[in-house]
């Protein structure tokens, strides 16, 4: 059983910083994508940013040149390194792994992140 397991949310003020982990533990193909979701009140969960064991990364445009995403694919762990924060940013946090040959998605348990208007 894949289990992923988050930290780093809190509160920040606005123009501050913060990282997110997220470590993933079970039998995990090589081949897959690690990803960081968010889902604010009232609002559908949506892509942040994700990169697959191969490199291949993409951001969302709310977040291109605040956020930046990093794995260790030894250590099957992913970061999100997030500057710049805004109101707008604030949600919950979801650390997600696909492992497209198996058809299989695992998300974390959420992580807040506030950043006070």
């Known amino acids: 059983q894949v289990q992923l397991v988050e930290s780093g949310g809190g509160l920040v003020q606005p123009g501050g910083s913060l990282r997110l982990s997220c470590a993933a533990s079970?039998?995990?193909?090589?081949?897959?994508?690690m990803a960081w979701y968010r889902q604010a009140p009232g609002k559908e969960r949506e892509l942040v940013a994700r990169?697959?064991?191969?490199?291949?990364?993409m951001y969302a445009d709310s977040v291109k040149g605040r956020f930046t995403i990093s794995r260790d694919n030894a250590k099957n762990t992913v970061t999100l390194q997030m500057n710049s924060l805004k109101p707008d940013d604030t949600a919950v946090y979801y650390c997600n792994l696909e492992i497209p040959l198996k058809r299989l998605t695992y998300w974390g348990q959420g992580t807040q992140v506030t950043v006070p208007s």
């Open positions: 079970g039998i995990i193909l090589k081949l897959n994508a």
């Open positions: 990169k697959t064991n191969e490199g291949n990364t």
